[in-house]
């Protein structure tokens, strides 16, 4: 399997729409028969994608457990008990064993992860080391640490920062249902303070967690309307963890879950 590679190079000025999409036409899509959608989806891919390609990356945390969010969907969550115990930042050493398996594994990039509400600023000088030493490695690097305050995304470009991962989760209107300790609005901050910073943005979000198809809808009108749209798009499927308030939701159908994925992929025709 060859590495994922876009066809012509892009831009924010191809990542920008150019008549903004609304969550009816967005769930217009999603009511296409099914052969139908894949069909459209696959071609709009093809127009900007090598269709036999991949791109591998691996995923460490690098601080697990004891955040101070309320995610319902999310087992670090000290507001849940879920019987994962909260550690600390991990070593460097530790990063880079892992670093080096993951790029002798095919990984071509390398993102960490810390279960914070928002980094504070002791955690920047250890985490700004880490970015520069994988990055040292020859691999993309990409953090996801949560909120940024003022002069941080600057911080983490000048380590050398490839992707910033902050995800919206879900629709606006479902949001509250899931989340109480941050709001919708400071998600899009942080992602404009990367964007400024002239990082790459990661960010997507969560099905399966009980909303409905048109507030799925909803979630892909927020990521495509976002000026430019992201680089990298992620769409999950809940992991349902024993202790978390959304353990027992009804599963989706995994049909859905693909019909989420294509729909994605025609309204934002360049994320990967």
């Known amino acids: 399997m060859n590495q994922i590679q876009t066809l012509t190079p892009t831009t ?21 028969p099914f052969n139908d959608l894949l069909f ?14 991949v791109q591998l990356s691996t995923l460490l945390s690098i601080k697990t457990g004891g955040c101070e969010e309320d995610c319902k969907y999310c087992p670090q969550s000290a507001h849940f008990d879920t019987g994962l115990k909260a550690e600390k930042l991990i070593p460097l050493e530790e990063v880079m ?11 071509t990039r ?16 250890a985490i700004g080391e880490m970015i520069s030493e994988v990055k040292a490695l020859g691999l993309e690097t990409c953090l996801t640490a949560g909120m940024l305050e003022d002069g941080q ?4 470009k000048s380590a050398g920062l490839d ?23 400071d998600r899009l901050d ?18 399966g967690m009980g909303e409905t198809r048109r507030q799925r809808a909803g979630l892909l009108v927020q ?13 999950n499927n809940l992991v349902q963890v024993e202790g978390t308030p959304l353990a027992g939701t009804a599963p989706l159908d995994p049909l859905e879950f693909i019909r989420t994925i294509a729909v994605a992929r025609i309204t934002m025709p360049r994320a990967m």
């Open 97 to 107: 064993e892992a670093a080096r398996a993951a790029k002798a594994n095919g990984a």
């Open 153 to 156: 995304a600057e911080q983490l």
């Open 110 to 125: 390398f993102c960490m992860g810390a279960a914070w509400r928002s980094p504070k600023p002791r955690h920047l000088e």
């Open 40 to 53: 459209r989806a696959q071609t709009v891919h093809r127009e900007h994608f090598d269709a036999n390609a």
């Open 223 to 235: 990521l495509a309307n976002l000026d430019p749209y992201p680089e990298s798009v992620p769409i």
């Open 163 to 185: 992707y910033y991962n902050h995800n919206l989760d879900t629709a606006p209107e479902f949001y509250g249902q899931i989340i109480t300790t941050r709001t919708y609005q």
């Open 190 to 207: 942080t992602l404009e303070r990367v964007r400024q910073q002239g990082m790459k943005v990661c960010s997507g979000g969560i099905v």
């Open 12 to 32: 924010d000025a191809d990542r920008r729409q150019a008549t903004p999409w609304t969550v009816d036409a967005v769930a217009a899509l999603f009511e296409l």
